[in-house]
């Protein structure tokens, strides 16, 4: 997965920072500033998520989601809640159909707490990250690497 990974990195990704092993972060867009969230806050986000090979299996992006065919007339596209924990483990997402919050893979959770506020960026983390041997449904096949690109946006 290592090398598929700095395949897609040197091709996608260009002079991505390893924050550990199996876990890379790119930095899109400049945040507004640096400082840290306090644990007691919520952001938005919109993502994008996708396998190595440009494949999306998730979006909060409307035009994105019709794009690459994903598109569902009972899903609401717009920016999801995460509320900010004390560790990167309590994260949590709150989307139209989680209303208690849900937690997220390590590698989404990984990406988020690289963030600043408006920040862009994108997290590539492999499978022990991301969904394991078993994958999630038809989308994501066991021993997948993935990529999210996130960016912190105001609150819809």
């Known amino acids: 997965q290592i090398d598929s990974m700095e395949v897609y990195a040197a091709k996608h990704l260009e002079s991505v920072d390893s924050t550990s092993y199996g876990f ?4 899109l867009k400049e ?3 640096t400082l840290a969230f306090p644990s007691d806050t ?3 986000i919109n993502y994008i998520g996708r396998l190595l090979n440009g494949q999306v299996f998730d979006t909060t992006i409307k035009d994105t989601a019709k794009f690459y065919n994903i598109y ?3 899903s609401t596209y717009e920016p999801v809640k995460v509320s900010w924990g004390e560790s990167v483990s ?6 139209d159909s989680s209303s208690d919050g849900s937690s997220v893979i390590t590698g989404f959770a990984l990406t988020l707490w690289q963030m600043h506020k408006y920040e862009k960026g994108a997290g590539m ?3 022990p990250y991301g969904y394991g041997t078993s994958g999630s449904g038809k989308a994501i096949p066991g021993y997948a690497p993935l990529v999210f690109e996130i960016e912190i946006v105001d609150e819809p």
């Open 72 to 74: 569902s007339s009972s």
């Open 31 to 33: 945040p507004k500033d």
């Open 90 to 95: 309590d994260l949590k997402l709150y989307s």
């Open 42 to 44: 919520s952001i938005y």
């Open 125 to 127: 983390f492999f499978s």
């Open 24 to 27: 890379y972060y790119k930095q």
